[in-house]
């Protein structure tokens, strides 16, 4: 019913974000429980979803802090785990537009589930529409889920009994596996690049593995021809 | 507590101030083909580090067998091209059963 050749069909990007959001909400709703069993007052975990909006970092954040490891080492661990969001800026530069709003709103929005999601998608309107979607949703429902769990405190149980500790790498895998199987460098960058995340991560401290891991770009190749554009 | 709030601001600039790199630098930086291609590859290479740290490690250790099983039947139903909720569903529901069945 929407003119297809302008907007791209909202209703599977919807459907696939909706299982994301799920998820996040789940996490969210722990994250804040967390927070406030530790002894963190509700306003701290809710502001900074807020303004942080950034799962792995906020949790490494509350941990660091609520383990005593003061606020200084508890920023410093957040932001190492967030220099990553700087990458994935750049590759999604085009996809948010170039709007002055669009482009302040959509900075806040670049999370690694969003720009997976987006980047997955086979066409540039189906892109934009799909970090937008899941963007604004992702936002709406983290935050959400973590009011709710800083209100209801420690009552909700291990959220790793529903596997939902695997529902993340799992969203990941779906994303990326088609680049994966389509395109042979950067295929091996990948593998490469996970393989010296992994045999780092014992020792690293949270949030370099990852940024180790662009060391495989180095087997990406000179000669790469792209089929899409 | 104001040690508490310093610490969110640090981290909500530092954080915001590394996701606007994209977006400001878009537009007034023509960036040449390759670099393009390299940023997408560098986004795929990230996203897969990010999914094999996730689905083998928690905490720096190993995360135990109930996790990693979980993902690698994502993995098996993503390869066949099953639709996306049955990959990410499936993943959880054998992790889930697992956990139930006691293991780790």
Known sequence: MIARLKAPPTAPLVRDSALVWLASGVVGVSFGAIAVAGGLPVWVPVVMSLV?????????????????GGPVAAAATGLLLNTRTAAFSLAVADIIGSGRLARFLGAHLVTDETVAFALAQPDPARRRAAFWISGLGLFAVWNLGVLAGAL?????????????DAAFPAVLVALVLPALREDPAVRRSALLGAGLALAVTPAAPAGVPVLVALAGLAVFGRDHGRRTA | MSATVAMMLALAVGTYAFRLVGPVLHGRVQLPARVQELLSAGAVVLLVALLATGALTEGGGFAGWARPAGVLVAGVLAWRRAPFPVVVLGAAGVTAVLRAAGVA
């Open chain 1, 52 to 68: 942080v909006y950034a799962g792995s970092a906020q949790f490494s954040a509350v941990g660091v802090l609520l383990a005593g």
């Open chain 1, 152 to 164: 209801a405190g420690g009552a909700l149980g291990d959220t790793g009994t529903y596997g939902l």
